[in-house]
C-alpha cells in the first residue's frame, strides 16, 4: 500500500505531521479524522530505496488462504461472532501480511464497516472475487456456506495451478542444469585441452574447432552474456506492461505447441470455476463477469469477457461472444448455450470446469511422460558433442605416440 505524508492540527492546536499508510488518499484522510486532527495537507509519498518492500511471490500463498477460508467457514457455523472469529484467525495467520491486514479488518469492524468491505482495504490478500461473494453472503445470511465454497473454488484452482507449474517448470529446471554443465565444461574442462592440442600443433577436426572457439569465446565475454541476457528481461518486462504488446504476448502463448493447449484448458478451467462460483453467491452477472475478467491473466480471454458484459448490456446471452471469438473449443460454448436455454447456468460451467481440469491433470502426465526422454537426449547430445571434440583430437594424438 501507497504511503502518505500529513500535515495536521491536533485537538490542542498543536501542529502534528507523519507519514500513514493506506489503500487511498481518502483512507488515510477518514482515518486521521477518526483520530481528531484537523488536517493542512495529506500527500502520497515517493517511495525511496529503502521504502520499497522486497517480496517474493504472492502476500499469502494460496494454500493457506485456503485454509483460512476453511477455518472461517468453520468458525462461523459453530456460531462463534465475526469479531472473535477474525480475533483467532489473526493469531494464527501463517504470514505477516495477513496478520497486519486482518488487523486492520478487526478495527474496521469494531468501527462500524462490514466484514467485506474492510477487507476489500486489502485487495493483495483478499481478491475482489473473494469480498464480492464475501458481500453477497453477508445480504442472503449465507456467510458459513460461501466461505466453504471460496475455500472449495481456491483449493480447486491451487491444484490447477500446481499441475501447469508442474509442466513448465520441470524442463526450465533441466534446460538451466544443462546450461550450467555446458558452460562449466566450456569455461573450465575444455581450456586444459585447448592449450595441449596447441602445443602438439594437431589438425584439430571441425566439431573440435567449434567447441574451442565457443569455449575461447565465452571465456572472454561471458560477462557480457549475463549483461544482455539481464537487458533483454528488463526490456521484456517494461514492453510487456505496453496493452497491445501484453495483446500479443498472451495470443503467442495460446499457440505454443503442447503448452498453449494445456494453458488454454487451465484458464477455460479458471474462468468457469469462477464465473460458476460467482453465479451461486447471487452476485449479479455484469459484476461477475467483471470480476472473472480481472483474474484470468490472459489479455486475449479477458477481451472475451469484456465483450460477453457488453453483449449482456445490449442483450444478447453469454454465449455469442463465446462461440464468436475463436478462442474457447466448441464443445464448450455448446455446454454453455445448453446452460443458458436450461437456466442451470451455475451447474455448467461447473461442470465444464470439472472437465477441463481433469483434462489438464491428463495432459500434464502425458507432458511429462514426453518431456522426461527429450530432456535426457538434448542434455547427453550436448555433453557427447563436447565429449567427442575433446576424445577426437586425443585420439589422433595416441595414434601418433604409437
Not at 498472451?250 to 474462468?271: C, H, N, Q
Amino acid at each position: 500500500m501507497p504511503l502518505y505524508a500529513y500535515e495536521a492540527v491536533n485537538t490542542k492546536g498543536k501542529k502534528v505531521s507523519g507519514v500513514l499508510r493506506g489503500q487511498s488518499k481518502q483512507v488515510v484522510i477518514n482515518e486521521l479524522r477518526t483520530k481528531g486532527l484537523s488536517l493542512r495537507s495529506v500527500k502520497e509519498k515517493e517511495k525511496s530505496m529503502l521504502d520499497m518492500e522486497i517480496t517474493f511471490g504472492p502476500p499469502v500463498k494460496l494454500e493457506h488462504f485456503v485454509f483460512f477460508c476453511r477455518q472461517f467457514a468453520t468458525l462461523i457455523r459453530s456460531g462463534v461472532m465475526i469479531e472473535p472469529a477474525i480475533k483467532m484467525l489473526e493469531q494464527q495467520a501463517p504470514s505477516k501480511k495477513m496478520r497486519e491486514a486482518l488487523g486492520d479488518v478487526l478495527e474496521q469492524l469494531r468501527n462500524g464497516m462490514s466484514i467485506s468491505s474492510s477487507m476489500a482495504r486489502h485487495p493483495a490478500i483478499f481478491p475482489p472475487m473473494f469480498t464480492n461473494m464475501l458481500a453477497a453472503g453477508e445480504i442472503t445470511g449465507e456467510l458459513d456456506h460461501v466461505l466453504t465454497r471460496l475455500a472449495v473454488h481456491y483449493e480447486k484452482e491451487n491444484k490447477t495451478i500446481k499441475k501447469v507449474q508442474s509442466a513448465m517448470t520441470y524442463p526450465i529446471i533441466v534446460i538451466t542444469i544443462a546450461l550450467v554443465v555446458v558452460g562449466y565444461l566450456l569455461t573450465n574442462v575444455v581450456p586444459v585441452f585447448a592449450g595441449m592440442f596447441k602445443q602438439q600443433k594437431l589438425e584439430l577436426p571441425l566439431v573440435t574447432k567449434v567447441v574451442l572457439g565457443i569455449s575461447s569465446g565465452l571465456q572472454e565475454v561471458w560477462w557480457v552474456i549475463i549483461l544482455v541476457a539481464i537487458a533483454i528481461w528488463i526490456t521484456f518486462v517494461r514492453i510487456k506492461k505496453d496493452p497491445a504488446v501484453a495483446m500479443i504476448l498472451d495470443t503467442l502463448i495460446l499457440k505454443i505447441p503442447l503448452f498453449g493447449e494445456l494453458y488454454l484448458k487451465a484458464s477455460i478451467a479458471r474462468l468457469t470455476r469462477t464465473l460458476s462460483a460467482l453465479f451461486k453467491s447471487a452476485v449479479p452477472v455484469l459484476q461477475a463477469l467483471e470480476i472473472t475478467e480481472k483474474v484470468i491473466g490472459n489479455r486475449l480471454i479477458e477481451k472475451v469477457l469484456r465483450e460477453s458484459r457488453e453483449g449482456l448490456q445490449q442483450g444478447r446471452p453469454l454465449s455469442e461472444a463465446f462461440s464468436t471469438s475463436k478462442v474457447f473449443p466448441q464443445v464448450m460454448t455448446q455446454m454453455v448455450v445448453i446452460g443458458e436455454e436450461t437456466g442451470q447456468i451455475e451447474e455448467m460451467l461447473s461442470k465444464i470446469a470439472d472437465s477441463y481440469e481433469e483434462d489438464v491433470e491428463q495432459n500434464v502426465e502425458r507432458l511429462k511422460s514426453l518431456i522426461e526422454p527429450l530432456m535426457l537426449v538434448i542434455i547427453a547430445g550436448l555433453v557427447g558433442i563436447i565429449v567427442m571434440a575433446i576424445m577426437s583430437p586425443m585420439f589422433k594424438l595416441y595414434e601418433n605416440f604409437l
